[in-house]
Nanobody, 124 residues
């Protein structure tokens, strides 16, 4: 079983930036698909960005396009979510997810491994 650990969340003001980390145990493979989701209080879990190790971002939600991007460190098996120009509506618990598949997905139920989540709060 793959272990995913998120970190980097915090309380920031609108317009600020944050970098979230997702560290994965074990090896990474070219067929390994990963994604970031977020869940605001009382709302369903929402897709943010889909990632493949060999490519980078392969899918991104319109709500964050142009503001969020990713990077990765293959040696450390870590992916990073760079969040810029944060808005209050970005406030949520952010989760890293992974599955052993080539294509990405926006569906929560199609991911097998999840981190514990990290809280991002953006004040206005």
């Amino acid at each position: 079983q793959v272990q995913l650990v998120e970190s980097g969340g915090g309380l920031v003001q609108a317009g600020d930036s944050l970098r979230l980390s997702c560290a994965a145990s074990g090896r990474t493979f070219s067929s390994y698909a990963m994604a970031w989701f977020r869940q605001a209080p009382g709302k369903e879990r929402e897709f943010v960005v889909g990632i493949r190790w060999s490519v980078g971002v392969v899918d991104i939600a319109d709500s964050v396009k142009g503001r969020f991007t990713t990077s990765r460190n293959n040696v450390k098996n870590t992916v990073y979510l760079h969040m810029n120009s944060l808005k209050p509506e970005d406030t949520a618990i952010y989760y890293c997810a992974a599955r052993l598949a080539i294509i990405s997905s926006r569906r929560v139920e199609e991911y097998d491994y999840w981190g514990q989540g990290t809280q991002v709060t953006v004040s206005s």
